[in-house]
């Protein structure tokens, strides 16, 4: 079973770096498919982020590509998330997934970050 | 402001069916498929449907999925109180996946 779990800060003051890791078990994220970034606003929709491919290819959303970072580290399996130079709307909970063809198949379980000084 | 357009909220009694809409555009819904994802307050979303219509495992059958042109339809019979949620909709457009702006479900 596949399973992802996301860690960080809770909170970041505004003009920093937000960073965060996820951490995959059950599956090699060396293999195959594509691991991402996606965040909810409280009580707002889904955006997504980033991700990043087995091999290393990474797509961000336009309206983010200038401040954010997706990386991986394929040894220790796990994949990360920068985000530069905060603001309060960066505020949100932050989920790592499973990109599938066309699906988001495996969710992990959110982390909660504020941005507030 | 969401790529995809869902209704903010439905609802039906119990036992009743109730359809969800999702309305993109050729770019999105019109060449890529459809995914559904149940989401319950505090908790991460859960894949529903995918593929337009097909159903992971352990998904039971009330909930079923539709395409047709640039619209998408999430269908659940046999309404539970359980079932109150958020419902999202999601595909891709330019090899970025795009969402709409969830539906909340109440199960009156």
């Known amino acids: 079973q596949v399973q992802l779990q996301e860690s960080g800060p809770g909170l970041v003051k505004p003009s920093e770096t937000l960073s965060l890791t996820c951490a995959v078990s059950g599956y090699s994220i060396s293999t195959d498919y594509y691991w991402g970034w996606i965040r909810q606003p409280p009580g707002k929709g889904l955006e997504w982020i980033a991700s990043?491919?087995?091999?290393?290819?990474?797509y961000s959303n336009p309206s983010l590509r200038s401040r954010v970072t997706i990386s991986a580290d394929m040894s220790k399996n796990q994949f990360s998330l920068k985000l530069r130079s905060v603001m309060a709307a960066d505020s949100a909970t932050f989920y790592c997934?499973?990109?599938?063809?066309?699906?988001?198949?495996?969710w992990g379980q959110g982390t909660l970050v504020s941005v507030s000084s | 402001q969401s790529v995809l357009t869902q209704p903010p909220s439905v609802s039906a009694a119990p036992g009743q069916k109730v359809t969800i809409s999702c309305s993109g555009s050729?770019?999105?819904?019109?060449?890529?498929?459809v995914s559904w994802y149940q989401q319950f307050p505090g908790t991460a979303p859960k894949l529903l449907i995918y593929g337009n219509d097909k159903r992971p495992s352990g998904i039971p059958d009330r909930f079923s999925g539709s395409k047709s042109g640039t619209s998408a339809t999430l269908g659940i019979t046999g309404l539970q109180t359980g079932d109150e949620a958020d419902y999202y909709c999601?595909?891709?457009?330019?090899?970025?996946?795009?969402f709409g702006g969830g539906t909340k479900l109440t199960v009156l």
């Open positions: 990043i491919s087995h091999s290393g290819t990474t």
């Open positions: 050729f770019s999105n819904i019109g060449i890529n498929f």
């Open positions: 999601g595909t891709w457009e330019n090899g970025l996946s795009v």
């Open positions: 997934v499973r990109l599938g063809y066309q699906v988001i198949d495996y």
